[in-house]
């Protein structure tokens, strides 16, 4: 597909990653449509005002996520304290980064299907972290489903000539990163084969090859600068 072409919703897109997707896209020339919606009922509405407003809809780059970490237990050494993470900690990471994700697809797919505009292409931001990431546990577990869930919607919507893809970035420079001391930065730094942190840019080029290869489809993309051989 052509960027130019690209009738697309970016979700996540207030800042970060997700304002680059949507900048580089409108750059392009596709219409995009830029929200961030968690809740069953308005991520319908959303989708309808966004097709409604672009005359169609051939594209989603699902990206909205949050972070919630901590440890699943833990024990303070000095007074023997456990904590625990407890179900809001757990469930505000599932509701937005997996359910919340898949409900989008759902309901921009049910529009690409009812219209006219033919091919479509869903790109879902999975992470690194889906391999297991100590303090992570709600966050793993919604980017490991999303990954899974890529290669079972490409199937599931193939015969709709829709294509669903995945990029897992590892790490990539955020506001807290930027906070960051520098010893701790430099550590992070060194842990990285290409000795640097990423970049929404270098995100950026994997969606647009998801979006332009048409022959790209059920499969995660890692970029992460080598971290993961």
């Known amino acids: 597909m052509q960027l130019q072409d690209m009738k697309i919703i970016v979700t996540g897109a207030a800042g970060g990653m997700g304002a680059h997707f949507a900048t580089r896209l409108a750059q392009a020339g596709a219409q995009v449509a830029a929200g961030d919606v968690s809740d069953d009922g308005s991520i319908g509405s959303f989708v309808d ?18 972070l919630r970490d901590g440890l699943l237990v833990k024990k303070d ?93 590892g790490m990539i420079e955020t506001p807290m990163t930027k906070g960051m001391n520098q010893k701790a930065r430099d550590a992070l730094v060194a842990s990285v084969p290409v000795g640097r942190i ?18 790209f489809n ?3 993309i890692d970029v992460d600068g080598g971290l993961i051989m």
């Not at 005359?55 to 989603?60: S, T």
């Open 218 to 220: 059920g499969r995660t």
């Open 77 to 169: 050494r000095t007074s023997g304290a456990v904590a625990v993470m407890d179900r809001a900690q757990w469930q505000a990471v599932i509701d937005v980064n997996l359910t919340g994700a898949t409900f989008m697809v759902r309901d921009v797919v049910a529009k690409m299907v009812g219209g006219e505009l033919g091919p479509g292409v869903i790109v879902n931001l999975s992470s690194l972290a889906r391999y297991g990431n100590r303090g992570q546990s709600n966050y793993v577990s919604a980017k490991a489903a999303l990954a899974a869930n890529t290669a079972t919607w490409a199937r599931e919507f193939a015969h709709f000539r829709i294509r669903v893809g995945a990029v897992a970035p």
């Open 49 to 66: 005002w966004a097709a409604d407003g672009m005359g169609g809809l051939n594209g989603l780059v699902n990206n909205a996520g949050i």
């Open 198 to 215: 990423g970049l929404p840019e270098d995100i950026w080029l994997a969606v647009k090859f998801i979006i332009e290869c048409d022959y």
